[in-house]
């Protein structure tokens, strides 16, 4: 059980007072500026943690305190950013030639926002955070790197203002304009700039391949293993001769706008040559796109979430109560995360709760002195984890089910075959509490009190409570009784819970310092627990939907009309 004590303390340094454990759990996931190269690079470094094809090998993810102590995460890393050089080369021309565009503001707008979002995903590794981080309610965002996603939009929207303002430039002619060479002059810079970036990543990428040797010994020196050092080193060495060649193509489009000889040939051939070299830009990022997304979109594995032995024994004999694991560790992480919810069975235990409510808090660090207690007290039926925890047990709960698991079909497959001596089992726990019970009433105790309390022996049942439909978020019950009574429900409480009493209203109780409870009178009634929060935010947001629709209309009119008028 001290694979879940774990979990629960790593969760809850989202509340803790220590201001500098809290900061380092926030921060842990900050994006390192110097991989901002993996944005027109793919794969420099690395796909993701533990990938056969590409090991990450930065150090996102990287506990504090590892370079001295080798403890916790090297780094860690699920998914990487690939834009693409072509991308990106037409945002930065967005801003580039924004001071001559009519659409100015708006490109110094999300040209600011791209600048702030990339610099709050550097987190820790951006000396300013630490004053962000003191505003309200940003303490809790953890993973600053989520501010990628934000910066992605944002240079989405450059980039197409860059393509805009290239291909709505002039054509050529045989007399050219002083207008138009004005606009081929303005637009030489850019170009150079491109060229000498494109010098740049060839002479990198012939650096790395003239000393490939060299930087595998660095790897090495470094504490990779040496198989595996020999794939990091030739996918940064790819991954820069990938980013040479979109940017020998983006340089060649600059090009054709730069130079009017180039110009005019293209016109020369087709007098739609600026629409069919937007096609080919079009075809060429598309493709790129196609061909990486290997890399970036893996498809899990489906025994992660097919119904198994151990979900079909689970269903037959769990009824409405839970299962808690006794680790969250490897497999049963899969367990936590995919297959169980997927399969509609409830579980005590969370993959993650950055945002940690203060009584649930309080709850579990207070239950996890004695998780067994915790567990019958929350309606926890069986208990997922090794066979060898058995002996841990003896007396609380006894194996009903034990499987190993075996390799499937393809890589990363697995097969639960149910056997006698598994490494795996399952536990039914004693003597644990019914989800919905009828109990004696009790009065509310303080907060306290009602906490010290958590863990002991169930209150004596006087009465019945019979399920008759349920769905998250809502329970109808029979409940029956020989004297007045009280409906315990081992649900959390909250405000936003309602529920009737043969279709009266009655008030949902806080008992139990976190569940809930429903005062019934004596005889046979039917009880509607259900869950009814706040439509204030939903009514936001069709108001946020309903402005950005009529202001896209608005715009698109504006378009017509100024198309009409030019």
């Known amino acids: 059980m001290s694979g879940y004590k774990q979990h629960v303390k790593g969760s809850a340094q989202m509340q803790t007072e220590n201001k500098q454990a809290k900061w380092d759990y926030v921060t842990q996931w900050s994006f390192p500026p110097e991989e901002m190269i993996a944005f027109v690079a793919p794969g420099y470094t690395g796909w993701r943690s533990n990938e056969p094809e590409g090991p990450y090998w930065g150090r996102m993810g990287r506990s504090p305190g590892w370079e001295q102590t080798k403890q916790g995460f090297q780094n860690f890393k699920l998914e990487n950013t690939y834009i693409g050089v072509i991308p990106v080369v037409f945002a930065l021309f967005a801003l580039f030639s924004c001071r001559r565009s009519k659409n100015r503001a708006e490109i110094l707008f999300w040209g600011g926002s791209a600048l702030a979002a990339l610099v709050l995903s550097f987190g820790k590794y951006f000396p300013l955070y630490s004053i962000f981080y003191k505003l309200p309610v940003v303490n809790s965002i953890r993973n600053p790197n989520k501010f990628l996603q934000v910066f992605q939009v944002c240079l989405a929207i450059l980039t197409a203002y860059g393509v805009d303002t290239l291909f709505r430039s002039s054509g050529f002619s045989v007399q050219s304009s002083a207008h138009q060479r004005s ?29 490939n040797v060299e930087d595998i010994s660095r790897f090495v020196a470094q504490g990779w293993p040496q198989e595996v050092a020999r794939t990091i080193v030739p996918n940064k060495i790819a991954a820069l001769w990938h980013a040479s060649l979109m940017a020998a193509i983006a340089t060649a489009v600059f090009a054709v706008f730069s130079f009017p000889s180039l110009g005019k ?23 790129d796109a196609v061909k990486l997304s290997k890399h970036y979109v893996k498809e899990m594995p489906r025994s992660y979430i097919e ?9 037959k004999g769990l009824g409405h109560q839970r299962v808690a694991l006794l680790s969250q560790q490897g497999i049963y992480g ?3 995360s995919y297959l169980l919810p997927y399969n509609k069975i409830s579980t005590f235990n969370f993959s993650d709760m950055p945002r940690m409510a203060n009584d649930y808090k309080a709850f579990l660090e207070t239950g996890q002195r ?34 190993d698991l075996t390799q499937g079909v393809k890589a990363g497959e697995f097969k639960v075959v149910p056997s006698a001596t598994g490494q795996h089992a399952v536990f039914e726990l ?14 509310p105790l303080p907060d306290e009190q009602a906490l010290a309390a958590v863990g002991q022996l169930p209150r004596a049942e006087i009465g019945v409570a019979e ?49 809930q409870g429903v005062d ?13 929060p706040s439509k204030l935010f939903f009514y936001m947001q069709c108001a946020g939907y309903l402005v950005l629709f009529v202001s896209l209309g608005k715009m698109f009119i504006q378009r017509k009309e100024s198309h009409a008028a030019d």
């Open 467 to 515: 399920v008759l439909a349920y769905r998250p978020g809502k329970v109808k019950l029979r409940v029956s009784a020989d004297a007045p009574a009280q409906l315990r429900a081992a649900e959390k409480w909250d405000a936003d819970w309602k529920a009737s009493v043969r279709g009266k209203p009655a008030k949902v109780e806080r008992i139990d310092f976190i569940c």
């Open 183 to 211: 606009n081929t002059q303005s637009l030489k810079p850019f170009f150079y700039f491109l060229a000498g970036i494109l010098v740049l990543f060839v002479l990198w990428a012939l650096s790395l391949t003239m000393n």
């Open 334 to 336: 899969i367990w936590t």
């Open 520 to 532: 019934v009178p004596a005889g046979m009634h039917e009880v509607v627990l259900w869950y009814a």
């Open 370 to 403: 004695n998780p067994l207690n915790m567990w019958r007290f929350s309606a926890v039926k069986y208990l997922l984890g090794p066979s060898q925890a058995e002996r841990q047990l003896t007396g609380q709960a006894r194996k009903v089910f034990a499987y």
């Open 307 to 315: 119904a198994n032995a151990l979900t079909d024994f689970l269903k």
């Open 265 to 287: 040939r293209l016109s020369n051939l087709s007098k739609h040559w600026k629409m069919v070299l937007g096609a080919v830009l079009v075809l060429i990022v598309a493709a």
């Open 430 to 443: 004693l003597n644990s509490s019914p989800r919905y019970a009828v109990t004696a009433p009790v009065d």
